[in-house]
């Protein structure tokens, strides 16, 4: 066993999740934030599930498997699944800190985990990062050259305990003010890879990126400094390169995917089931301050899928995204960059623009917290948002109004990544008829229309969903089986709880035996059995264990569990495991059969083989005797092929019988 804080060498990135996972106590894990109960003698413990609302313990917690369930919500899996779903996280960042807190060094990034960049460099970047926050926040609290700052803060209603809260800080002016600081400790180097100093173009040395600024840290999930947002001292020189300013993007640092103050908004944001999206981060800390706290801000972007994706962690069944867009021309020109993304995606959400050019915390001051809650309850959608600003742009009276909404309406649905050809679509189209007063045989003229612009914003569509499928690659490279992820929910549920057809259930069955006698592989994959799998998800989760299986780590059902990421996909394997379990599967596979074919087999394995060829026989029959059907229409074209065809039918269906005769099944 080893101890905490010792050095690990481990291979493999495979080989440190199983580590992480087998040190890691689950039950220590769980019983951190609620209370869990013994059972069965401690042979099992339970607690309130988290993840519904529960009131009697429903989740059922399995020290020996070291996984957890519930039998009411059907949530599962194990000590990955539950950090991440619990607190939001991705794997990776969920890997780093479970293996934290048992006392485990991260080793480098495998590839397409976090590029090239090596944990090594990460991890300094993070530190130099921790650093830089300590001495401007230290700066802006006591440095005398700190005063216009203050007086600055408190003159816009920022209190000194929220300056403590924020880790405000303060950059006093000089351009190498941070080298200086940073002299014996990091090298200027060093601090250009966090993205805090930057080379002189003309001659040598480096300066400071943040100059004459009030400093805000921003934070990853997991509440680590990953970069700054800096803003100018009004009528300061360096105000010319605007008044707001983030860090570049660097190892840890990528606005598309970072929501100013997530990790704070976190626990509100599980509880109240909805997030409130504001535009900025001194927006989202005034809001903190007045002790709205589900609030996070983009960071000069719009709401991007990698946001959502972030935020879709949490979705629970009612949770709904609520934006504010400041009520000026820049929050109405965000607002509607947004709304192609926003009408893509599958979350409640609403789009809130604040009136009179007001921004969240000059609303709250004038309005009070009741009318913005009021404002934030009647808010559109994004759909219902595009056509209260068209109605406002042209009115409804004339035909021209009419025609000039329609267009602007199709026009947003052509560049709405992945809505083509969806039932959703379709519930649009109609709305949008309903309310024109069109016939419902006009929607064909729509229609029209909507494909002619979408072949003509072919090009607009095409970069908007590049952005989408950028990033399902992504996640794809970190969940290494996952669909495209959106499904993937799902598809899981309804493997596991849906009546199943036949072949599914036989290829599922194969799932079941490997994960049980894990050594059955060997007979699968000798015979090609695995290629006879239709089912996508089966057929990727086999694909998984036959390559554990050809690196010799293939050990059933544990080694499956530590290699898959994605919550879903555990708590699929979880389902399977639980099938199997309660099948019995381990006892019918103890009685073995001598196959000329399958050779030392067990004979449920053997059967469950036979049927499945038996049905990719029974399919190539049906679709063979549709080939023939529709040649026989032609008699005068009857070919070798045909006649071939019709022969196979023929030995089929004498198969058939006495299959029938034979078998019991
Ligand atoms: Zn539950």
Same mark, same amino acid.
């Given at each position: 066993?080893?101890?905490?804080?010792?050095? !690990?060498?481990?291979?493999?990135?495979?080989?440190?999740?199983?580590?992480?996972?087998?040190?890691?106590?689950?039950?220590?894990?769980?019983?951190?934030?609620?209370?869990?109960?013994?059972?069965?003698?401690?042979?099992?413990?339970?607690?309130?599930?988290?993840?519904?609302?529960?009131?009697?313990?429903?989740?059922?917690?399995?020290?020996?498997?070291?996984?957890?369930?519930?039998?009411?919500?059907?949530?599962?899996?194990?000590?990955?699944?539950?950090?991440?779903?619990?607190?939001?996280?991705?794997?990776?960042?969920?890997?780093?800190?479970?293996?934290?807190?048992?006392?485990?060094? !991260?080793?480098?990034?495998?590839?397409?985990?976090?590029?090239?960049?090596?944990?090594?460099?990460?991890?300094?970047?993070?530190?130099?990062?921790?650093?830089?926050?300590?001495?401007?926040?230290?700066?802006?609290?006591?440095?005398?050259?700190?005063?216009?700052?203050? @007086?600055?803060?408190?003159? &816009?209603?920022?209190?000194?305990?929220?300056?403590?809260?924020?880790?405000?800080?303060?950059?006093?002016?000089?351009?190498?003010?941070?080298?200086?600081?940073?002299?014996?400790?990091?090298?200027? @180097?060093?601090?250009?890879?966090?993205?805090?100093?930057?080379?002189?173009?003309?001659?040598?040395?480096?300066?400071?990126?943040?100059?004459?600024?009030?400093?805000?840290?921003?934070?990853?999930?997991?509440?680590?400094?990953?970069?700054?947002?800096?803003?100018?001292?009004?009528?300061?020189?360096?105000?010319?390169?605007?008044?707001?300013?983030?860090?570049?993007?660097?190892?840890?640092?990528?606005?598309?995917?970072?929501?100013?103050?997530?990790?704070?908004?976190?626990?509100?944001?599980?509880?109240?089931?909805?997030?409130?999206?504001?535009?900025?981060?001194?927006?989202? /800390?005034?809001?903190?301050?007045?002790? /709205?706290?589900?609030?996070?801000?983009?960071?000069?972007?719009?709401?991007?899928?990698?946001?959502?994706?972030? /935020?879709? &962690?949490?979705?629970?069944?009612?949770?709904?995204?609520?934006?504010?867009?400041?009520?000026?021309?820049?929050?109405?020109?965000?607002?509607?960059?947004?709304?192609?993304?926003?009408?893509?995606?599958?979350?409640?959400?609403?789009?809130?623009?604040?009136?009179?050019?007001?921004?969240?915390?000059?609303?709250?001051?004038?309005?009070?917290?009741?009318?913005?809650?009021?404002?934030?309850?009647?808010?559109?959608?994004?759909?219902?948002?595009?056509?209260?600003?068209?109605?406002?742009?042209?009115?409804?009276?004339?035909?021209?109004?009419?025609?000039?909404?329609?267009?602007?309406?199709?026009?947003?649905?052509?560049?709405?990544?992945?809505?083509?050809?969806?039932?959703?679509?379709?519930?649009?189209?109609?709305?949008?008829?309903?309310?024109?007063?069109?016939?419902?045989?006009?929607?064909?003229?729509?229609?029209?229309?909507?494909?002619?612009?979408?072949?003509?914003?072919?090009?607009?569509?095409?970069?908007?969903?590049?952005?989408?499928?950028?990033?399902?690659?992504?996640?794809?490279?970190?969940?290494?089986?996952?669909?495209?992820?959106?499904?993937?929910?799902?598809?899981?549920?309804?493997?596991?709880?849906?009546?199943?057809?036949?072949?599914?259930?036989?290829?599922?069955?194969?799932?079941? /035996?490997?994960?049980?006698?894990? @050594?059955?592989?060997?007979?699968?994959?000798?015979?090609? !059995?695995?290629?006879?799998?239709?089912?996508?998800?089966?057929?990727?989760?086999?694909?998984?264990?036959?390559?554990?299986?050809?690196?010799?780590?293939?050990?059933?059902?544990?080694?499956?569990?530590?290699?898959?990421?994605?919550?879903?996909?555990?708590?699929?394997?979880?389902?399977?495991?639980?099938?199997?379990?309660?099948?019995?599967?381990?006892?019918?596979?103890?009685?073995?059969?001598?196959?000329? &074919?399958?050779?030392?087999?067990?004979?449920?394995?053997?059967?469950?083989?036979?049927?499945?060829?038996?049905?990719?026989?029974?399919?190539?029959? &049906?679709?063979?005797?549709?080939?023939? @059907?529709?040649?026989?229409?032609?008699?005068?074209?009857?070919?070798?092929?045909?006649?071939?065809?019709?022969?196979?039918?023929?030995?089929?269906?004498?198969?058939?019988?006495?299959?029938?005769?034979?078998?019991?099944?």
């Amino acid at each position: 066993m080893r101890g905490a804080g010792d050095i !690990v060498q481990l291979d493999s990135w495979g080989e440190f999740k199983e580590e992480v996972r087998a040190q890691t106590s689950l039950v220590a894990l769980i019983s951190e934030s609620r209370t869990v109960i013994p059972k069965n003698g401690g042979r099992q413990f339970v607690a309130l599930c988290p993840f519904h609302d529960d009131h009697n313990p429903s989740m059922t917690i399995d020290p020996s498997r070291n996984t957890y369930k519930c039998w009411s919500c059907g949530e599962g899996g194990d000590c990955f699944s539950y950090v991440m779903k619990m607190e939001g996280l991705g794997f990776r960042e969920t890997l780093e800190m479970l293996a934290e807190r048992i006392g485990l060094e !991260v080793p480098k990034s495998p590839q397409g985990q976090g590029g090239s960049q090596s944990g090594y460099q990460r991890q300094t970047v993070l530190e130099m990062l921790v650093w830089a926050a300590g001495v401007y926040h230290k700066t802006l609290l006591n440095d005398p050259a700190a005063e216009p700052a203050r @007086e600055y803060l408190l003159d &816009r209603g920022f209190s000194e305990e929220t300056w403590l809260d924020f880790e405000m800080g303060f950059h006093p002016g000089p351009w190498q003010w941070l080298c200086d600081q940073a002299r014996g400790r990091f090298t200027p @180097e060093q601090l250009e890879t966090a993205r805090l100093v930057t080379k002189r173009e003309q001659g040598q040395g480096y300066f400071d990126i943040f100059r004459n600024r009030i400093l805000f840290p921003i934070s990853n999930d997991r509440g680590q400094t990953i970069a700054f947002g800096g803003r100018a001292m009004p009528g300061s020189e360096d105000a010319k390169f605007g008044k707001y300013q983030n860090s570049k993007e660097s190892p840890v640092f990528s606005k598309s995917r970072t929501l100013y103050a997530f990790d704070r908004a976190k626990d509100a944001m599980r509880t109240l089931k909805r997030v409130i999206v504001v535009e900025g981060y001194t927006d989202c /800390i005034a809001l903190h301050q007045l002790g /709205i706290v589900n609030v996070v801000a983009t960071l000069g972007t719009a709401l991007t899928a990698e946001h959502v994706a972030l /935020i879709k &962690r949490f979705k629970t069944d009612d949770f709904e995204v609520q934006l504010v867009f400041d009520g000026d021309q820049a929050g109405q020109d965000a607002a509607n960059k947004a709304l192609p993304q926003l009408l893509a995606q599958d979350i409640e959400l609403k789009l809130l623009e604040l009136p009179e050019g007001m921004d969240p915390p000059e609303f709250l001051e004038q309005h009070g917290l009741q009318e913005f809650q009021n404002l934030l309850q009647q808010a559109p959608d994004a759909w219902e948002f595009k056509y209260e600003h068209l109605v406002k742009t042209f009115g409804t009276e004339s035909a021209n109004a009419k025609e000039n909404i329609i267009t602007g309406m199709l026009e947003l649905l052509a560049v709405a990544p992945g809505i083509q050809g969806t039932n959703r679509e379709n519930i649009l189209l109609n709305t949008l008829c309903n309310r024109m007063g069109l016939r419902p045989q006009q929607e064909g003229a729509l229609r029209k229309q909507l494909s002619k612009l979408r072949a003509k914003g072919a090009q607009l569509a095409y970069s908007s969903s590049q952005t989408l499928q950028a990033h399902e690659f992504e996640q794809q490279e970190t969940n290494q089986v996952t669909d495209s992820s959106e499904n993937q929910q799902e598809i899981v549920d309804q493997l596991l709880n849906s009546t199943l057809d036949h072949a599914t259930v036989l290829e599922q069955d194969l799932l079941e /035996i490997i994960f049980m006698m894990p @050594e059955c592989i060997t007979i699968i994959t000798s015979n090609s !059995v695995q290629h006879l799998i239709q089912n996508r998800l089966i057929r990727k989760m086999f694909d998984l264990c036959e390559n554990l299986y050809q690196q010799k780590q293939f050990t059933g059902v544990d080694s499956v569990m530590a290699e898959v990421e994605d919550p879903d996909l555990k708590r699929y394997v979880l389902g399977i495991h639980d099938s199997a379990s309660q099948k019995r599967i381990s006892e019918k596979l103890t009685e073995t059969v001598e196959d000329p &074919r399958l050779d030392v087999c067990p004979a449920y394995l053997k059967n469950v083989i036979e049927q499945l060829e038996w049905e990719q026989k029974e399919s190539q029959h &049906r679709n063979s005797t549709q080939f023939a @059907e529709a040649q026989s229409k032609t008699p005068a074209t009857i070919n070798e092929k045909m006649q071939k065809k019709l022969q196979d039918a023929a030995l089929f269906h004498q198969q058939r019988v006495t299959r029938k005769t034979a078998s019991p099944q």
